[in-house]
Nanobody, 125 residues
């Protein structure tokens, strides 16, 4: 099993920046691709960004391209999301997740799991 814990959320004004972090523990050698999801009340959780096991490939939701950057440090078992030029529409609870089996399609949201508790991001206009 892999356990994930997110941190770094907060409240910022539009145009501001935040960096989210996700620390993994447990059977981290079994981790493959990882991703950041977000969810607002009444809506389904959506994949915001994903990164392959050795950082060779990334995926971004269209609305966050050029504003968000996902990166990981396998030696430290950490996943991060740098978020710049934040917009009120980015307000959500952000979760990190991991796949424990290989899948060449990063945006295929099946098999992502080991959800953390989430971290709230609030962007005011």
């Amino acid at each position: 099993q892999v356990h994930l814990a997110e941190s770094g959320g907060g409240s910022v004004q539009a145009g501001g920046s935040l960096r989210l972090s996700c620390t993994a523990s447990g059977e981290t050698s079994s981790m493959y691709s990882m991703g950041w999801f977000r969810q607002v009340p009444g809506k389904e959780r959506e994949l915001v960004a994903a990164i392959s096991r050795f950082s060779t490939n990334t995926y971004y939701l269209d609305s966050v391209k050029a504003r968000f950057t996902i990166f990981r440090d396998n030696a430290k078992n950490m996943l991060s999301l740098e978020m710049n030029n934040l917009e009120p529409e980015d307000t959500a609870v952000y979760y990190c997740a991991v796949r424990l089996r290989p899948n060449p399609s990063l945006q295929d949201t099946t098999e992502y799991g080991s959800w953390g508790q989430g971290t709230q991001v609030t962007v005011s206009s």
